[in-house]
């Protein structure tokens, strides 16, 4: 297996040095969400619940861009008109932006000098988000399947990680906290030959085109290389310098204070920038 393995890198370098090439890649991307009501609620009852799973499953489904050269790149959604809050029996969910690389935001990676620059928010604010890529210690294997018109190989990606579940449980949140073990999977083609990926996951012989870690799914759906409109690479420069530590920190802060704030209005922040206030 280790000599397959050598094969597919030398021929993925081979390949690299000997085109000089750009593109863009389309993806889809979806959560899973882990908010719960509990049972018996007061205002809420079984067909509120589901609509409103139904809401925040469509909300997490979005599409972003990776415009790629061969040593940079950049990440961003794509560009849509403001919806209306969505409104379910009197039961009205307010969307908060707490930060991170989607709407507005730019994620630019540079790969010949492991940087990243997050170009990202929080509450209206600005924030450039400088440091190091993160070091994913990928297990590659021979096992292969085709995602559209490329021979993709699956390579995966193991840590522990804390998983935070809120409840919503007569009118006050309930937050548990566990450790868990995260696997994550990755396909990556070598028809593509450069090693990044969607968000900040890189490091593969070849464009990663899916990434399932068991609660988000980003699955590529297409990719055109040296399109006729010319791509250019440019790293982002609007916003406050922080690291990601940093960053980290000041949005756990505001996601605390937010919670108090709407808790204070019969409101209950459940995570992933979304507030649910039950009543007009």
């Not at 919503?168 to 593509?192: C, D, M, P, R, S």
């Not at 450069?194 to 590529?220: H, R, T």
Request: a positive charge; proline letters at 3%; one cysteine or more.
């Amino acid at each position: 297996m280790k000599t397959i393995i050598t094969s597919l890198v030398l021929l993925f370098f081979v390949t690299l040095h000997a085109q000089n090439f750009t593109g863009k890649a389309t993806y889809k991307t979806s959560r899973k969400s882990n908010v719960t009501f509990g049972e018996n609620q007061k205002g809420i009852n079984d067909k509120m619940q589901e609509e409103l799973q139904k809401r925040l499953q469509k909300m997490n489904q979005k599409t972003f861009f990776l415009e790629f050269d061969k040593t940079s790149s950049i990440y961003k959604q794509e560009e849509k008109l403001n919806a209306p809050n969505p409104k379910a029996n009197g039961t009205r969910m307010v969307v908060m932006n707490l930060g991170g690389s989607g709407k507005g935001g730019i994620y630019y990676k540079n790969l010949r000098e492991k940087r990243f620059v997050n170009q990202t928010e929080i509450m209206g604010k600005g924030f450039l988000v400088k440091d190091a890529l993160p070091v994913y210690d990928w297990k590659m294997t021979t096992e292969t399947k085709n995602i559209g018109q490329y021979t993709c190989y699956k390579a995966t990606y193991t840590e522990e990680v804390e998983n935070k579940k809120i409840s919503f449980v007569n009118g006050e949140t309930k937050e548990t906290v566990t450790k868990e073990t995260k696997v994550t999977n990755a396909w990556y083609t070598l028809q593509v030959p450069i090693s990044n990926g969607p968000k900040d996951y890189q490091g593969l012989p070849g464009l990663i085109l899916e990434i399932n870690d068991g609660k988000n799914l980003i699955v590529c759906t297409e990719i055109v290389l040296n399109p006729s409109k010319t791509i250019k690479i440019e790293e982002p420069e609007k916003g406050k310098v922080v690291t990601q530590k940093k960053f980290d920190e000041i949005q756990q802060q505001k996601s605390k204070e937010m919670m108090e704030k709407f808790k204070s209005r019969n409101g209950v922040d459940i995570g992933g920038g979304i507030n649910i206030k039950m009543g007009g």
